[in-house]
């Protein structure tokens, strides 16, 4: 299983997110668009990551791509079905998910979310129903309740 971050803005939703992750064991993390990754262009320690992924930031692999689009046609290319989990008229639960042996999840930036085109991209939409009166979830809550599920 992977993760695709795009264009995530927090670094401690990051750090978050890699800490569950590596609860969960997904196989690779890619961060995409301007995604903080644990690690700057000069090899120097993103201390706010570290500080919330505790040491999951060392642990689960992680890779920087910076156009998602060629992210995901590498990864069609190798078969790997994409999951977007994003609010959408054309969603469905996210506890339907089809279970593929290789599948990754992309999750967006915390106010703006996924773009159309990149929704156009995915095989699938899934989304977490919201019950209460607010619209969605943090980003790294979302992360923890799609693969746990």
Excluded at 5 to 20: K, Q
Excluded at 75 to 100: C, D, G, T
Aim: glycine letters at 6%; charged letters at 25%.
């Amino acid at each position: 299983m992977y993760l695709i971050l795009h264009n995530i803005r927090s670094n401690h939703n990051v750090g978050s997110i890699f800490r569950t992750a590596d609860a969960a064991g997904v196989t690779k993390i890619f961060l995409t668009g301007y995604t903080p990754a644990p690690l700057d262009r000069f090899g120097r320690v993103n201390k706010e990551i570290a500080k919330t992924a505790l040491g999951a930031e060392k642990t689960v692999a992680w890779e920087r791509v910076k156009k998602v689009q060629e992210l995901f046609a590498h990864l069609k290319k190798e078969k790997v079905f994409l999951v977007a989990v994003e609010q959408s008229p054309h969603s469905i639960n996210y506890k339907k998910i089809p279970r593929k042996k290789n599948i990754a999840l992309i999750f967006g930036n915390e106010v703006r979310g996924l773009s159309q085109s990149i929704l156009k991209q995915c095989d699938c939409i899934a989304e977490i129903p919201m019950r209460g009166t607010k619209e969605s979830l943090n980003v790294s809550v979302s992360v923890g309740i799609v693969l746990f599920s």
